[in-house]
């Protein structure tokens, strides 16, 4: 399968302890980017790269989110000190250069108890 | 502040017949559309787009429609299938800045034989 792949699919973590969510992009995609859905939303941009570079940040992405991208390949996604209101879908998806036509992954479901 | 606007949370057709989804924005910057299809507990899909230089792209089944001036676009599906009942969004992107989805909160659709 050469889509984009989330790990993991489900996380279930107690609040104040910390989550880390891995996505790879299809390979040749440059550029790579981080949403979040809520039930009854539409998916919402939290950030984005191209190649390693992190070019935009939603004001959504508070302190307690980081994502990086090390090589321009794979990303991570780690919240701290999660809170209930974390609790969503987190969507992975990437796009070739030039095309908007973003390719999402199958997401990873978070929950905060 | 929701900049793309789907007012209809849901949709009921009839397998065979025409499903028509409706979509609105408000960001006059907005130049390029796009249409995903969900399932639950996956990831969108993309299924059709449209650039603000058109007004109507066709594939398959499927046919987008822009109508600028109206800041208004439409998904068709003719003809109807139970496999299309999901739900599907309306995203936009300003194409000089990251391309960047923005979503509509979705309709769900739902084709009965």
């Known amino acids: 399968d050469t889509g984009v792949s989330q790990d993991p699919r489900h996380k279930i973590t107690k609040r104040g302890q910390n989550v880390t969510f891995r996505c790879d992009p299809i390979s040749e995609h440059n550029r790579l980017y981080w949403y979040r859905q809520t039930l009854g939303q539409g998916p919402e941009f939290l950030t984005y790269?191209?190649?390693?570079?992190?070019?935009?940040k939603s004001r959504l992405l508070s302190d307690r989110f980081s994502a990086e991208r090390p090589k321009g390949s794979f990303s991570t996604l780690e919240i701290q000190r999660t809170e209930q209101g974390d609790s969503a879908m987190y969507l992975c998806?990437?796009?070739?250069?030039?095309?908007?036509?973003?390719?999402f992954g199958q997401g990873t479901r978070l929950t905060v108890v | 502040d929701q900049q793309v606007k789907q007012n209809s949370p849901s949709l009921s057709v009839q397998e065979g017949r025409i499903s028509i989804l409706n979509c609105d924005y408000t960001?006059?910057?907005?130049?390029?559309f796009l249409w995903y299809k969900k399932y639950p507990a996956e990831g969108p899909t993309f299924l059709i787009s449209i650039s603000s230089i058109k007004d109507k792209n066709e594939d398959g089944r499927f046919t987008v429609f822009l109508n600028k001036s109206a800041k208004h676009l439409s998904l068709h599906i003719v003809p109807s299938q139970p496999g299309d009942s999901a739900v599907y969004f309306c995203?936009?992107?300003?194409?000089?800045?990251?391309?960047?989805?923005?979503f509509g909160k979705g309709t769900s659709l739902l084709v009965t034989p």
């Open positions: 998806a990437s796009t070739r250069a030039g095309a908007p036509e973003a390719f």
């Open positions: 995203a936009a992107i300003v194409s000089n800045s990251g391309y960047a989805l923005n």
């Open positions: 960001n006059s910057m907005f130049d390029y």
């Open positions: 790269f191209q190649n390693e570079a992190q070019l935009e």
